[in-house]
């Protein structure tokens, strides 16, 4: 997969998409990530990228003519999803990420900031995509959020792939509890059926407790659950 971050702070994704597995993945050719900087594209004397808006109010609005010079540089490798990091758009989730993971061979990500961008740059947007009801003042680390969960997902990026399946929405529940050694720590000790080697007893727990994490974290997850239950 290609993921080509059109950004006005390239360098804010240097230390993240070094680090941990998501840097490891990149070595290993999983996915490319190019970043590509619109002021670049400007073509006035100060390169600006940004104005102020049409109509007045506060705040200043990042110029089409950049963004869209930016994205038309980029080879097409289809599959593609051009997508702009909005909080006005569809909410981030595991299923959109195994969506864009899966149906597309290359991600444009735009990051806004200030008041967000032109609206014309929605001419050459596919997807909005928001992280959640609230507002930062970029759109960059929402385009980390998506990067990394969708590195996340490509096959080579985590050794045991049962481990992606086995995580927190995959089946429409939240994980259950991990413990590693030792099996005693300042009197807590690590629940005897993980330590039974009775691997049906260890699956039951485990089920078990993700039924009862859902419950308890977020009723409104085991709703859905419990009705898809019931239809299947
Ligand atoms: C201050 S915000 C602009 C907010 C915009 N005026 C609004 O109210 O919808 C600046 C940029 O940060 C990014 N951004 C902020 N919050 C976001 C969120 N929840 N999800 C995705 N991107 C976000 C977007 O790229 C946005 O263009």
New binding site residues.
């Given amino acids: 997969m290609q993921i080509d971050v059109i950004t006005l702070f390239p360098s804010f994704f240097q230390t993240p998409l070094e680090c941990g597995l998501m840097g490891k993945a990149l070595n290993k050719g999983v996915a490319t990530v190019n970043l590509i900087n619109p002021r670049d594209f400007t073509t006035d004397k100060h390169h600006h990228v940004d104005d102020i808006p049409y109509g007045g109010g506060v705040?200043m609005v990042?110029k089409p003519e950049p963004i869209f010079a930016a994205v038309e540089s980029l080879p097409i490798l289809p599959p593609r999803e051009v997508i702009?990091?909005?909080?006005?758009?569809q909410t981030?989730n595991q299923n959109l990420l195994r969506e864009l993971a899966t149906n597309y061979q290359q991600l444009v990500l735009?990051?806004?900031?200030?008041?967000?961008?032109d609206e014309r740059v929605q001419h050459i947007v596919t997807r909005e995509?928001?992280?959640?009801?609230?507002?930062?003042?970029?759109?960059e680390?929402?385009?980390l959020t998506l990067i990394n969960g969708v590195i996340r997902l490509l096959p080579g990026t985590v050794g045991k792939v049962e481990s992606i399946y086995a995580d927190s929405f995959e089946d429409g529940l939240l994980d259950y509890p991990h413990y590693t050694r030792p099996p005693v720590f300042r009197g807590l000790e690590v629940p005897p059926v993980l330590r039974s080697g009775n691997h049906k007893e260890i699956a039951k727990w485990r089920y078990q407790k993700q039924l009862e994490a859902t419950e308890k974290k977020r009723p409104d997850l085991m709703a859905i659950y419990k009705q898809n239950k019931e239809t299947k």
Avoid: R
């Fill in positions: 705040g990042l702009l990091l909005s909080p006005q758009g981030l735009i990051c806004g900031h200030y008041e967000g961008v995509v928001s992280i959640g009801d609230f507002v930062l003042t970029c759109g680390i929402p385009a």
